[in-house]
């Protein structure tokens, strides 16, 4: 069993930066991919980033802008964004995936728990 909490959201004008941060519970922390995920109102949730045993994947959206990072002693998975737009206002979740299989890290099915969500709002 695992249990993940968000943090580090907030309100951040365009242009600027903000790192949110999952803490974990359990001892396998390591062994699962992380993933974060972002989901606006009246839309579906859609992939961001990944980490797993074999790198590191991004959304295109988000690409050169956002970095993932682990820290398994801590059990925390960051997601550090810079240059913010509007359009990355969003509820920002983190899953972890007992797979690695990078050809799904991308569809939320694919995680087996997920986090409450941290709220990240981009003024313009």
């Known amino acids: 069993q695992v249990q993940l909490v968000e943090s580090g959201g907030g309100l951040v004008q365009a242009g600027g930066s903000l790192r949110v941060s999952c803490a974990a519970s359990?001892?396998?922390?390591?062994?699962?991919?992380m993933g974060w995920f972002r989901q606006a109102p009246g839309k579906e949730r859609e992939f961001v980033a990944a980490?797993?045993?074999?790198?590191?994947y991004y959304a295109d959206s988000v690409k050169g802008r956002f970095t993932i990072s682990r820290d398994n002693a801590k059990k925390t998975v960051y997601l550090e964004m810079n240059s913010l737009k509007p359009e990355d206002t969003a509820v920002y979740y983190c899953?972890?995936?007992?797979?690695?299989?990078?050809?799904?890290?991308?569809?939320?099915?694919?995680?087996?728990?997920w986090g409450q969500g941290t709220q990240v709002t981009v003024s313009s």
């Open positions: 899953g972890a995936a007992s797979t690695h299989n990078s050809m799904t890290l991308a569809i939320p099915d694919q995680y087996d728990y």
């Open positions: 359990g001892r396998t922390f390591s062994s699962y991919a």
């Open positions: 980490i797993s045993w074999s790198g590191t």
